[in-house]
């Protein structure tokens, strides 16, 4: 990865205005400085060098940045520059290169977070009467409050103390900054240490052509854009992840008469989509994604927009026509909009032809959505475009073969349609550039490729899923070589895998060939984190793959004992399900050191002995399925020293002993011990200490004694089965009150799967993708909610985690990269 510059799905047009504007003010600088003709050496000054001293005194510098602020010239310390003929200082720029995790992911990184600067931030900056340019940005200060004399560099006309860990209150002081164009104090997302209590204070910087705010409490500066619009050369203004609160669905005045970039993203409201923004006829850039809008837009109100470039809309409720607001566009903006980003949304109706107008379109994203119709043919005239997702919409049709002129698409996500038809080489024969694919329907679709084909691109994600494509394994992927996830699910490849294909996984992070007919075995090694080969007709042994992290092989022919060092070679495992196949012997006591694994899915085979006594050792585990095998015994005593074990299933095996030993399964949702040798009495304590039970099923073993009065208090029981045993007494009666019968129970994450996010997020931080790890088995409405949701993750704070550096999940997407 490294030497590669990474892009997330679609350019970003904020960096390019805003460097555009920071050069701008760069050029000024310099020309106000360069100009002369004359060449005098540039002269430190004395008093101002003492400054600087004692600035770099009050900071930590772990690392040294600040090295070269030694000696007599301090115009040539690093980060300073002086004016040429005073030798005044007026640029301060201690941004630090070293990384954008610098304090947020400290200790989670494998480099070390020394290079951050740190500490205090002297006063002596006063001393710096020229100062009008000061970057302290991507350090960390610990939660340090900026200084209120921040506010007295009169000078000061660029501010930048983004993502630098500052804290508490944003000061009012820097109210007094007239001369202030650029301002950025943003955050971390999510991170809601700094806050304002009101915008009041800019109304002073009458100058302010950049304002960014992002991650910034504001949730109590309810008047914020009353504030705002006092600005009138205000150009961008980011307010991203503020907590916004009040979002005014229109204003008398818009005062804005050259704002271009407006972004007020992520602040998960519920209110309806303000319009005002529609009015505002300069913007280029628009964004307010991930802010649970309702409303819709009419086509009318984009009438005023002549220079819109990119509107991103994503992650909202709006349910409005797509055809009338792409002939809105079309309308307004067909040789402007670059970005359209309508993701997660209610879009309905078709796609109309007009669409082909918008011809300089570079990204139209549209996923999730309720669009209809087929994809109109002019989608061809859209030259420029690089990405064109229209995955998990109600599409039908066939896909036309006009797609196959976007010469410039890198991004095709065609996935969880219904699609008619084939898909052909046609079709994707000119996509030269195509390094991300996905199509799947759900009517019967044909992949239609010659086993000659050699396609035009090199792919680094490739899906494929409900579309007949075997039976033959694809022979055309062998020239894929930089592939990073493969995912060929129900494309009816009833073949082996051959070994060219097992060689081309050196650098896969994702694999899942689930759902088809092969046969044969699977290789001794494989370096692929996320495998998933269930549903096939694959045999031998279970091999041992060192850097697996998710691996599914249930489900398929897979025979003889699980390897015995199975835990000290797998160490890395998340999910193991080996269920489904004829897997006999014990369950070998080394599985117990799995310390990361939180599922353990082990249910249909033919396993005997006991349950390894040291279970309790796996802290992470969640899920435990071992149902119908042999296995004998009692349950462990360590299973409920498992602080997250919320889904147990032991049925259809012959265990026997007393409950007891669940007395401290707290967590537990799911316990089913049916068909067993279980006896004695189901006790009191199951209603009580285990409060979030929601199924139960014991049947047929050999309980006695009453069904306790105390399972009433389970108030999500919802599956309760007592059948086949020898109890006695009655049937208590307020079973028959359970709320948990009559709703469908809402349901969270469980808890367990939070510590996966964490872990997950690790592995992002570390510059790795990983696919999800996908389903965790079959008959659980829980888990399938919990994979939905995991599907659709955004960006999502851990709850009871609050306050850590390390409550934030980054989105697990596919990152593509370009060699530069
Ligand atoms: C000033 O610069 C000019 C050329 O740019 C050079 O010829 C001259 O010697 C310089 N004077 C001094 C004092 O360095
Ligand atoms: C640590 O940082 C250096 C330089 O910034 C980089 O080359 C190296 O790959 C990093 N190491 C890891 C493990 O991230
Ligand atoms: C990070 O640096 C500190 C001292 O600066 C050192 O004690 C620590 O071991 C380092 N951590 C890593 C992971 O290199
Ligand atoms: C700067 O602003 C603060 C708070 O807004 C105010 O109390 C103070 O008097 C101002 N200082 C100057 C020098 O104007
Ligand atoms: C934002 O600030 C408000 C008021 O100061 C506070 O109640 C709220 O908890 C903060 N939000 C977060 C997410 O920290
Ligand atoms: C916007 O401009 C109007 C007219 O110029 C002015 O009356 C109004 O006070 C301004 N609004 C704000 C919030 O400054
Ligand atoms: C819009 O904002 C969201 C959240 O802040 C960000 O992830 C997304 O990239 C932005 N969209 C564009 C087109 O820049
Ligand atoms: C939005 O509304 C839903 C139900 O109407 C509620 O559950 C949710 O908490 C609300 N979210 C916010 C951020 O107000
Ligand atoms: C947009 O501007 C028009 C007239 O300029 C005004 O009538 C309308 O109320 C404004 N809409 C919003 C949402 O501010
Ligand atoms: C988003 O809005 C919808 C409809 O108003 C609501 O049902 C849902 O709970 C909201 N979601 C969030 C996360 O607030
Ligand atoms: C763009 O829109 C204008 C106005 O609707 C129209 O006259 C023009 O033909 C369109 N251009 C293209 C290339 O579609
Ligand atoms: C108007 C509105 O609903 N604003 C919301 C912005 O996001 C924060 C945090 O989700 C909510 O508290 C605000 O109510």
Redesign the pocket.
Same mark, same amino acid.
């Given at each position: 990865m490294t030497g590669q510059s990474i892009y997330t799905t679609?350019f970003?047009?904020?960096v390019f205005l805003f460097l555009s504007l920071l050069s701008q003010f760069v050029s000024l600088e310099t020309s106000r400085f360069n100009s002369n003709d004359g060449n005098l050496t540039t002269h430190c000054i004395e008093f101002e060098r003492k400054a600087l001293l004692k600035f770099k005194e009050g900071l930590t510098d772990p690392s040294g940045q600040l090295s070269s602020w030694v000696g007599k010239d301090c115009c040539r310390w690093k980060g300073v520059s002086c004016n040429k003929h005073t030798g005044n200082i007026f640029k301060i720029d201690l941004r630090n290169q070293g990384g954008e995790y610098c304090s947020l992911f400290e200790g989670l990184a494998d480099n070390n977070s020394s290079s951050c600067l740190g500490g205090e931030i002297s006063p002596s900056l006063l001393d710096l009467k020229y100062l009008s340019y000061l970057d302290l940005s991507m350090n960390d200060f610990q939660g340090i409050t900026i200084p209120n004399f921040i506010g007295s560099l009169e000078k000061l006309s660029y501010l930048r103390l983004s993502q630098s860990n500052f804290g508490g209150m944003v000061p009012p002081h820097l109210g007094n900054l007239s001369n202030l164009q650029y301002l950025d104090l943003s955050a971390f997302v999510f991170y809601y240490n700094i806050w304002a209590s009101d915008l009041n204070w800019l109304v002073g910087l009458s100058s302010l052509k950049y304002l960014n705010l992002g991650g910034v409490n504001l949730s109590e500066a309810t008047d914020w854009l009353h504030s705002v619009n006092t600005m009138p050369s205000l150009s961008e203004l980011h307010l991203?992840?503020c907590q916004l609160s009040n979002f005014p669905k229109s204003i008398q005045n818009i005062n804005f008469t050259s704002l271009l970039v407006l /972004?007020l993203?992520?602040n998960e409201s519920n209110s309806s989509l303000p319009l005002w923004p529609f009015n505002i006829s300069t913007l280029v850039e628009f964004?307010v994604?991930?802010n649970n809008f309702t409303g819709s837009i009419v086509s009318a109100a984009l009438g005023s927009y002549h220079n819109l470039q990119?509107l /991103?809309l994503s992650s909202n409720s709006i349910s409005s026509d797509i055809r009338e607001l792409l002939e809105g566009l079309s309308g307004c903006c067909n040789s402007s909009l670059k970005?359209l980003?309508l993701g997660s949304n209610k879009f309905n109706g078709k796609l109309p032809d007009s669409l082909g107008h918008l011809n300089y379109l570079r990204s139209l994203v549209l996923n999730e959505n309720l669009i209809s119709g087929p994809i109109p043919e002019s989608v061809g005239r859209l030259f420029f475009l690089k990405e064109l997702d229209l995955s998990f919409n109600e599409m039908n049709g066939s896909i036309p073969t006009s797609l196959g002129r976007l010469t410039e698409l890198t991004k095709l996500q065609l996935f969880h349609n219904s699609w008619k038809g084939l898909l052909s080489q046609n079709h994707l024969q000119g996509l030269a550039k195509l390094r991300v694919f996905s199509v799947s329907s759900d009517t019967t679709c044909i992949f239609d490729v010659t086993h000659e084909w050699l396609p035009p691109f090199s792919l680094l994600a490739i899906q494929i899923s409900n579309y007949l494509l075997g039976p033959k394994f694809p022979t055309w992927l062998r020239n894929q070589k930089e592939l990073l996830s493969i995912v060929l699910t129900n494309v009816s490849i009833s073949d082996t895998v051959p070994d060219w294909f097992w060689k081309l996984s050196m650098q896969i992070d994702k694999l899942d060939l689930s759902h088809n007919e092969i046969v044969g075995v699977v290789p001794n090694s494989l370096g692929i984190s996320f495998v998933d080969l269930r549903f096939n007709r694959l045999e031998g042994t279970i091999p041992l793959w060192p850097k697996v992290i998710c691996l599914f092989l249930n489900n398929n022919l897979f025979s003889g004992a699980i390897p015995l060092n199975i835990g000290s070679v797998m160490s890395s495992l998340v999910v193991l399900d080996l269920s489904g196949n004829s897997l006999d012997g014990t369950i070998p006591l080394s599985i117990c050191k799995l310390k990361v694994l939180q599922g353990l899915f082990l249910s249909d085979n033919h396993l005997s002995g006991q349950i390894p006594i040291h279970l309790g050792d796996m802290y992470a585990l969640g899920s435990v399925d071992l149902s119908q095998n042999n296995l004998s015994g009692h349950i462990p005593e360590s299973m409920c020293s498992l602080p997250f074990l919320y889904w147990l299933r032991l049925s259809g095996n012959n265990l026997s002993g007393e409950l007891s030993r669940l007395k401290n399964c707290r967590n537990l949702q799911t316990l089913d011990l049916g068909d067993n040798k279980f006896s004695g009495n189901i006790p009191g304590w199951l209603g009580e200490n285990l409060s979030l039970l929601s199924k139960i099923r014991m049947r047929a073993n050999l309980f006695t004694g009453d069904i306790p009065q105390q399972l009433c208090h389970l108030s999500d029981l919802h599956i309760l089965d007592l059948a086949h045993n020898y109890f006695t007494g009655s049937i208590p009666h307020c079973l028959g009150n359970l709320s948990g019968f009559n709703r469908f129970t809402s349901v969270n994450i469980p808890f367990a799967y939070r510590f996966f996010y964490i872990y997950q997020m690790d592995l992002v931080v570390k510059g790795r993708q990983f696919g999800k790890c996908g389903s965790f088995s079959k008959d659980d409405i829980e888990t399938v909610v919990l994979v939905s949701s995991y599907a659709n993750l955004k960006q999502t704070k851990v709850a009871g985690t609050e306050g850590r550096k390390d409550n934030i999940i980054k989105p697990l997407k596919i990152t593509v990269s370009f060699r530069s």
């Open positions: 679609t970003n047009l904020t991203f992840d /972004d993203s992520s964004n994604s991930l990119s /991103d970005e980003i």
